[in-house]
Nanobody
Framework: QVQLVESGGGLVQAGGSLRLSCAASGRAFSNYAMGWFRQAPGKERDFVAA????????DYVGSVKGRFTISKENTKNTAYLQMSSLKPEDTAVYYC????????????????????WGQGTQVTVSS
């Protein structure tokens, strides 16, 4: 069992940067693949980025490639989403998700593949 707590959201101007953090409780964080999803008002929750348990492999939705970077520090039980060149369309509640795995290189991009979710953190990008 793991609990996830996001932080780092806020209000930023277009073109600015934010770093979201996802702190995990419990043990064996190195065996968890992580993902970030976001949900804009009136829309479904969508995949943003994913990282394998080892951190060796990552994936991104096309609209954030080159602007967002997902990472994880297993020694700190924390995953991150570094967001740069933010756009108003990035405005959403951002959720981190975790899934236990014994594969160091696999990652997942759909909500149903994740067992654990944080409560979300609001990111608002003003134009």
């Amino acid at each position: 069992q793991v609990q996830l707590v996001e932080s780092g959201g806020g209000l930023v101007q277009a073109g600015g940067s934010l770093r979201l953090s996802c702190a995990a409780s419990g043990r064996a964080f190195s065996n968890y693949a992580m993902g970030w999803f976001r949900q804009a008002p009136g829309k479904e929750r969508d995949f943003v980025a994913a990282i394998s348990a080892s951190g060796a492999t990552t994936d991104y939705v096309g609209s954030v490639k080159g602007r967002f970077t997902i990472s994880k520090e297993n020694t700190k039980n924390t995953a991150y989403l570094q967001m740069s060149s933010l756009k108003p369309e990035d405005t959403a509640v951002y959720y981190c998700a975790g899934r236990m795995t014994y594969s160091g290189s696999s990652y997942w991009t759909t909500m149903r593949d994740y067992s654990y979710w944080g409560q979300g953190t609001q990111v608002t990008v003003s134009s």
